[in-house]
Nanobody, 121 residues
Framework: QVQLVESGGGLVQPGGSLRLSCAASGSIFSIRTMAWYRQAPGKQRELVAGITALGSTNYPDSVKGRFTISRDNAKNTVYLQMNNLEPEDTAVYYC???????????????WGQGTQVTVSS
């Protein structure tokens, strides 16, 4: 089995910063892409940032220059540094990882439970 556990969400004022972490654990053989998504009330889940196993990253224009995704492959952990936060960034943030389990040959998508980020004065 595989688990993704997020941490680091909370309440922050506009212009502030937060750092999210997501650790993958379990019977992991290999992890390809890791990513962060978010879902605000009444809206669809959207990609916030993605990073490949070799470190290539991608961001939507809405967060480019403010958010930075990174990963520690030795710890099976992905991070999201969020700076200059805006009220529009308020959402539940979800970790996603494409993982191959030990003893298998296919990769599958796994999700964390989500962590709330609220940007408000």
């Amino acid at each position: 089995q595989v688990q993704l556990v997020e941490s680091g969400g909370g309440l922050v004022q506009p212009g502030g910063s937060l750092r999210l972490s997501c650790a993958a654990s379990g019977s992991i053989f290999s992890i390809r892409t890791m990513a962060w998504y978010r879902q605000a009330p009444g809206k669809q889940r959207e990609l916030v940032a993605g990073i490949t196993a070799l470190g290539s990253t991608n961001y939507p224009d809405s967060v480019k220059g403010r958010f930075t995704i990174s990963r520690d492959n030795a710890k099976n952990t992905v991070y999201l540094q969020m700076n200059n936060l805006e009220p529009e960034d308020t959402a539940v943030y979800y970790c996603n990882a494409n993982i191959r389990q030990i003893g298998t040959f296919d990769f599958a998508n796994y999700w964390g439970q989500g962590t709330q980020v609220t940007v408000s004065s």
